[in-house]
């Protein structure tokens, strides 16, 4: 840099007390965030671990295109200036052809970079998309109401509200639909991304959990006044624990059958974990059926195990 | 009888709580005032005649300014509102907002920020600047101008209108979406309110857009070839076609809504086999475009402003057009990226992720011309060139973010999170607001016949940034820690409030912010002997909105130009060429068939609101026959004969003191400072009350 381009003392100023300013502030958000559940980065699972990478990957890269060009438009807004000296003011400067092949050809090439990131992870990610292990795979079918989760378990018999236990490393497929209640967002963000649950529908999303302990997960989509207080635990333990906690919920359980449904579907908000054993096995078709059946030339939207065949 | 001219109009619908009477006796006090002032200074007329009737697209380009201004104060109440409940409902505490309120509190911020502060902003802009840069005297259809302004006004008053009857606003979040905001989850008048202000505000937005395509088309000076525009106008060229392509959907969707609102269909409603998915597929087809809508008009005022300030022509002029035609175009096919996580399959998800991508191409292109037209430039700093590059820092930061949300995995984790929200502002305040800035101050001299204050809109900029970043980076990490939005209250395990006790701090320094600019504009008011203007020209502008006078006259251009390059009124000034042959002028007259639709469309979105079928008829015959009478009317238009304009301009002439016929330099130093302006204030304040001063009023 020649004296000609010295940094002015104003501008050095304004920049050491940007720089400072964004350091005290950075340093303070990571004091508040010591500790804390930083779900999206915390991640539980193989699902989420691969969404987040992509966050993360997806960021870096675009990241290296944006700096460099914001950084090079500061530059020529600095290096021109007015204050500067009027020497290498051209006012006739013309871009060449080469320039204006050059910005439309960088950018494309960037974008095909990413492109050919995201419609692999697309692919794979798919929320539908069975997941290999090497235990069995267990099915929970979710309802979300008004304002609250029913968790069913259709092998084990048993039910819960706002509550969702599984086992560790195996592969659960949530079968999601909603029951009276508006759409809704069914999001455990430790374990993985969101996806909708909606009347009428099958939703399948499937995720694995590694660690154990317990996740929140709650309804991202806004559904009513309920909306906050529509949360869950998702609570991770070993097989062994998993298979006793079914057992002793079998135990001190009341019956979920139509009559209970009913009035489990009344709105509520905030509502507690329950436990329902034994639970109707025809609850979740006919929840799902009700929005279907009188209609019968529109078949149920299910997306079932895109990857399976 | 009573349902036929009340429907469900009863005693209950008035206020009757603290927010309704408050709302309503704000609502009383503020008429009540403005009446008493125009009373005592007998300016009831004057309003009428020079104002509210006007067709003049500078006049309604004011209009839309304050009215846009004042729903910026509106939903900026809001925000603080929002951002303290979310400090202090946490554990058992349920703050200061039920949920219910919370709820109907961010829909109408959403509402008003987008429809009525920058779609107004933004109108405004294009009435007040278009017909100038392209060298016209008037519009296509000076009448479908102000019928859409007055539409506007008629959205605007409709969605404040619940303070005063019903007492409650659309709780849904600012689409609305179904089949949340269907009959059976949203029995109340919120969300009929909502259809309405949008469908009034949404048909006035269509009626505008045909009028500036026409007029952009049609009405440009002599030798101004496509090819010739300037960027600006190239830029409210492809906003407005948007809208015309889009806003149209808006309405259909909007009807459909009220069907199964008001007449029991099932379009939206699943039980009766309807399908709330569709809903949200047609409301993103709108929806999408309209953020474009709102970001074209904005990327073309930085290109004006960059060019000015560099003292350069805009490089790369066809790749510009070419790449805001490009974002346009784009911008209508990838709506999907608002719901990747409903569920569809991953080929559909994957190509709108890519299509989401390819927008981004021509918005970079963007970028490079105007760091091309800055290289070589010489380039100076004045507060337009700095909400540029506020811009620049922000925009990127929402354009990074966006690019994050198009792989759909990745949405899948940050969909419906603060990081959304966090995105989305970075774009709608970074993009759409500082463009909206940029474009005041650049074109304020134009308007107003002196500058803005350029000490205090420092200041304010600075404020607008250090806010921006102290409210936004700690919601984008809130998002990642995995908080939704929209959030009534939380439990403290979650580590959420201390970030939110520094956007509410965030939100603080923003509203200084905007309180400076208002201070701002006050300052340049009483300081307006010294920052006049007289040349019409204060930043040795290239385009033809400098070419006439600054206020320009009701004419815009006492000769019209002819424009031979890009940069039109650079050359006049290189060649000396100022025609001064006056000749006769076609003036459109005065009309109030605006104002009356609007009023009348206003009544029949309000019968349809709570079923006063009495009044929806009698609304929509009104509209029909004022309607029919104007179609009859030939006489709109009348003549300036070239004798009455020259005399016109000789008095303007004669008004402009000969020793500031100059150019005046823009040397800021001796702007008021805040301190001056308080100072300035305070005497004032104490002259007044020490010489009893309010007698002689
Ligand atoms: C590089 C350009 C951009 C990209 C790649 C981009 C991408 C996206 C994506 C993928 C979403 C959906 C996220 C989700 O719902 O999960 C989104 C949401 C949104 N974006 Fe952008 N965007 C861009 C520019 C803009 C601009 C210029 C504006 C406004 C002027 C804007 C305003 C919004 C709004 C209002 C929403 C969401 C609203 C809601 O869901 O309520 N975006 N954007
Ligand atoms: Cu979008």
Redesign the interface.
Known sequence: MTAKHKISPSLAKLLVRMFA??GA?SF??WL??R???????HSKGPI?S???D??IW??IV??A??VP??L???F??WR???SHS?S????E???GKI??I???A???LM?LV??F???P?????????ALAAQKPSINIQVVAMRWKWLFIYPEQGIATVNYVQLPKDTPVAFDLTADDA??S?F?V??L?????A????I?RLNLIANVNGDY?G????????????MQFTARVSSTDDFESWVETTKQSSASLDKTAYQTLIKPSENNEVETYYPVDGTLYADAVM??IG??GN?AAHT?HD?GMN | MREFWLGRLTSHSLPHDWVMVGGTATFIAMFLFAAVILTRTKRWKWLWNDWLTSVDPKKIGIMYFLVAGFMLIRGGIDVILMWLQQVLAVDGSQGILSADHYQQIFTAHGNIMVFFVAMGFIFGLINYIVPLQIGARDLASPLLNTLGFWLYVGGVVMINMFFVFGGEYAATGWLAVAPLSGIDFSPGVGVDYWIWSLQISGIGTTLGAINFIMTILKMRAPGMTLGKMPLFTWASLFSMLMAVAVFPLLTATLFLQFFDRYFGAHFFTALGGGDPMMYTNLIWMWGHPEVYILMLPAFGIFSEVVSTFSRKPIASYTANVLGMAGVSVLALSVWLHHFFTMGASSDVNAFFGLVTLVISIPTAVLFFTWIATMHKGLIRFDTPMLWFLGFVTIFTIGGVSGLVLAFPPADFQLHNSLFLVAHFHSNVIGGVLFGIFSGISYWFPKIAGFRLNERIGRNAFWCWIIGFCMSFIPMYILGIMGATRRLDHYESSTGYQPFFIIMLLGGIVIAVGLTLQIVQILASIIQRGHLRDNTGDPWNGRTLEWATASPPPFYNFTVIPHVMTRDAFLDMKRLGQFDQQYEDILIPKNTAVGIYIAILAFLVGFGFVWHINSLVVISLIGIIIIFAKRAFSEDSEYTLRAEEVEKLEAKRIAKVPAHEKEVKSLADEEDMSVWDFVRYVITFAMDIIRNKKWKTW
């Open positions: 300013g964004l502030f303070l958000l508040l965030l500790g804390q559940n930083i779900a999206i980065l989420a691969q969404q987040r992509l966050i997806s960021l675009i990241l295109i944006a060009t914001v090079l438009l500061y020529t807004a021109y200036r007015e009027s290498t003011y051209h006012p400067a013309k871009t320039f204006n050059i910005i439309w960088l950018p494309s974008m990413l492109a990131t995201l419609v992870s697309t692919h794979k990610l798919q929320p539908n998309k508006p759409m967002s999001w963000p430790n993985s991304g969101q996806l909708y909606m009347t009428g529908h939703n929140p709650r309804s991202a989509e806004i559904n009513g006044a309920g909306f906050a207080g009700k929005y009188s209609h529109k997306m895109e």
